[in-house]
């Protein structure tokens, strides 16, 4: 432990600076040269920098479960699939005729569902031991087949209703800035529910019950069109910054942009993810601001030191588990609200998007490479690995063709220059082992 700490305590001040000017030349140079390695496209560097930015709230959500507690969340891809959700409910214009057609009974079969689970639990801790598993079985099957008959005839009719445009059940036409704190808060009754049940059992446990519900977050969306049309996915969602359009057709905005040197289209586009660039920039150094005033608060070291010795932590009197609940509800509605705010750059809702490898692996690979426990490191680490991942997908080829030159022109040769667009996940693989290999605990180590 001594060994650890002295490395750490050799790290340069000046470490952190030069990797977020190195990050800040790359994203320069995809704005400015077009060559092979760069496009020479703002339009390009700032749709790399805006994804980046929210990878980056991502990431600080896993590093407040992981480098503040230890806990190993291997789910993420479900918060960010319920924070996507808030958007669509919350935002999107409520469409005529759904809640007429099934809206109360809906409310209904969902209060049902829930007061079946909570009957359950209640009467389980009231009956004898011996009774409490056939009771609450009982309970369950009784409330399940209730629910049933009322959930399901007013799922098939709000389906059924304009189902080639609509189909579901719409939302509240509420401003879009108001979805990313509903999304942190589906995010964070998921997580309070899971952890509920597996923060009192093994670290393993966690994992496993993390991976399995964010495997089911991601399949009720595919399959319950009535929330967000399922796989014909969800468009025009609102956003909270003009559009490129409405731009263009302001000759005021026309004029601007030819004093910039620009044609309307393209002043557009980079006016737009500026602005989107802006808000996601306060919200990063919110959350960084709030998350060191509560690692360097007595909270902060608590957790710190559950962290780093459970057993000695709750000799002390420290209710471990409770504390980790905490952390873990904390940390899931900051993924929530990532999935929230991603929802509203895309304006598009697209279930069957959200993959394990993007929204799970990557990040962790963030996490990993910016260094646990250093809200900065989470940061940089999310924005150089999304720089990496999307330019990887045009580097693969270029390297590709360098690498296979000697041969001869022929079908294996081709086949490895298309394929190599797909190897970015061996990037990232190698990018991780050489950041473990020569900087085990990140770039940018936890003091």
């Known amino acids: 432990m001594s060994t650890t700490r002295q490395a750490d305590t050799r790290v340069s001040p000046l470490r952190a600076p030069l990797l977020f000017a190195v990050l800040a030349v790359l994203f320069v140079l995809e704005g400015t040269v077009s060559n092979a390695m760069f496009s020479g496209s703002w339009n390009s560097a700032l749709s790399l920098l805006n994804m980046g930015l929210i990878s980056a709230v991502m990431a600080l959500g896993v590093n407040m479960i992981w480098g503040y507690g230890g806990l190993f969340n291997a789910g993420v891809v479900g918060f960010v699939a319920l924070g996507g ?46 009774w409490r598993f056939p009771t609450a079985a009982a309970i369950f099957v009784l409330g399940y087949v209730v629910t049933t008959m009322v959930f399901i005839p007013a799922v098939a009719a709000i389906e ?51 991976l ?31 559009y490129e359009l409405d731009l263009q057709a302001d000759p005021a905005f026309a004029a ?51 962290r780093d010795n459970e057993t000695a932590a709750e000799a002390m009197g420290k209710d471990v588990t409770r504390r980790h609940l905490h952390l873990f509800v904390i940390g899931s509605a900051v993924i929530g609200l990532a999935g929230a705010m991603m929802i509203t750059l895309d304006g598009l809702m697209s279930p069957g998007g959200y993959s394990p490898l993007r929204f799970t692996f990557l990040i962790w690979v963030m996490v990993i490479v910016g260094g646990s426990g250093n ?51 061996i990037a990232m693989g190698l990018v991780l082992l050489l950041v473990l290999r020569f900087a085990p605990r990140g770039l940018l180590p936890e003091r």
């Open 160 to 210: 059924a209703n304009n189902p080639a445009k609509a189909g579901n059940i719409g939302g509240l036409g509420l401003p879009v800035l108001l979805s990313w704190p509903v999304g942190a808060l589906f995010a964070a009754a998921a997580a309070w529910g899971v952890g509920k049940v597996a923060l009192g059992l093994r670290s393993d446990y966690l994992a496993i019950a993390t």
């Open 212 to 242: 399995g519900i964010g495997e089911i977050i991601v399949a009720v969306l595919r399959n319950e069109g009535w929330l967000a049309r399922g796989v014909l996915n969800m468009t025009g969602i609102p956003r909270p910054v003009p």
């Open 375 to 425: 809200n900065w490191g989470a940061v940089l680490g999310a924005m150089l690995i999304w720089f990496l991942w999307i330019k990887a997908e045009v580097w693969g080829p270029a390297l590709m063709a360098l690498v296979t030159a000697p041969l001869p022109q022929g079908a294996l040769r081709t086949h490895l220059i298309e394929s190599a667009p797909q190897m970015r996940f």
């Open 85 to 130: 959700l808030a958007p669509v409910l919350v935002s999107t214009r409520p469409v005529p005729g759904a809640w007429a057609a099934g809206g109360p009974r809906l409310l209904l079969g969902l209060a049902l569902g829930f007061a079946t689970l909570a009957l359950a639990i209640i009467v389980a801790r009231r009956v004898p031991r011996a």
């Open 256 to 306: 601007r942009a030819a004093a910039w040197g620009m044609d309307a289209a393209t002043a557009s586009g980079i006016w737009v993810k500026l602005c989107y660039a802006g808000l996601f920039t306060v919200v990063v150094l919110a959350l960084i601001a709030l998350s060191e005033l509560a690692l360097r608060s007595p909270w902060g070291r608590m957790m710190r030191a559950i």
